[in-house]
């Protein structure tokens, strides 16, 4: 068997990208990478301009490769393409040298294979990175875990609702310290499912996930987090605050987006706590 392979990228406006990936197929592409604003990237890699898709099709030989460049080429002229020989290599082992544990407070989240590392005296969560985001090392998770560790010690038993729970490492965790009641939301279906594994590979299984809505989630919650993105925290806010009855902790925001999301939940009758920093990412801490 060879040891080396031949990877075709092209990048090329968004719109165009399932046809090429269609033309990659019949062209004998043996595997296709797609990189859009869908698909978060791993650490490392390039992800594509604004507007565009990267599309890689991975080939055995050089002339098949070279064939299904001259048909792109010729069906796709502004394209931008490039053909390499790429080494074969466990692509799924390589970047998990990239995932790092973290030690937040008295929580430990890493993946399976670093557990050996985590300390004695740790609660420890073991997530399994795959296509959701929140394996823990991200600013935003571990300035969301530090809030969820600080309020349960203060709060035995209370209820918490996680939105957006993407690995479902926020739940786990709130769970895992004592938590009454946790609902876990989020609507991308992918999240939801590995969300499921991580609750059963935690011993947490009664955590409530789903892809519901908020409006479908009865009740309120004595904690609520959504660790998103600024614009949705702020589009969602007539949804999330009706749930929290104590505190509501957001995090997905940089330090210039803190100002518009503060004052998005200020109008909904929020007191602003002091929340915490890292690095460009903020958390932001509410009271009802």
């Known amino acids: 068997m060879s040891q080396t392979y031949l990877s075709l990228t092209v990048e090329l406006p968004e719109e165009a990208s399932e046809a ?16 859009d604003r869908e698909t978060p990237t791993m650490p490392g890699v390039k992800p594509p301009n604004a507007g565009e898709s990267i599309v890689i099709g991975y080939f055995e030989d050089r002339p098949t490769a070279e064939s ?15 053909l390499d020989e790429q080494p074969q290599q466990d692509w799924s082992n390589e970047w998990k040298s990239l995932i790092k544990s973290v030690h937040v407070g008295r929580l430990w989240v890493g993946p399976p294979w670093d557990v050996a590392n985590a300390p004695a005296d740790a609660v420890r969560l073991v997530i399994e990175p795959k296509m959701a ?13 530090a809030a969820v560790d600080a309020y349960m010690t203060d709060h035995p038993g209370a209820s ?17 310290l004592g938590a009454g009641r946790v609902v876990a939301t989020d ?55 009706p749930k929290a009855k104590d505190r509501l902790v957001l995090a997905g925001v940089l330090s210039h987006q803190r100002a518009d999301v503060e004052a998005a939940y200020r109008n909904l009758g929020f007191t602003v706590l002091p929340g915490a920093t890292q690095g460009e990412w903020v958390r932001i801490d509410l009271r009802r």
Not at 20 to 35: I, K, N, P, T, W
Not at 68 to 82: K, M, N, Q, T, Y
Request: hydrophobic share 40%; charged share 20%.
């Open 20 to 35: 090429v990936q269609d033309l990659l197929h019949e062209s004998g592409a043996l595997g296709l990478e797609v990189r």
């Open 68 to 82: 299904a460049r001259d048909s792109v080429a010729e069906s796709f002229p502004d394209a931008r393409l490039g």
């Open 133 to 145: 985001f929140g394996t823990g090392d991200h600013p935003t998770t571990s300035l969301c875990l």
């Open 187 to 241: 609507n991308d279906p992918t999240s939801v499912e590995l969300a499921q594994e991580n609750l059963t590979d935690n011993g947490t299984p009664d955590i409530d996930v789903s892809g519901k809505e908020l409006t479908a989630v009865e009740g309120t919650f004595d904690l609520v987090l959504a660790n998103i993105l600024a614009n949705t925290l702020i589009e969602l806010a007539p949804l999330i605050a």
């Open 160 to 176: 918490v609702l996680d939105v957006g729970t993407g690995t479902g490492v926020l739940a786990i965790a709130a769970k895992k």
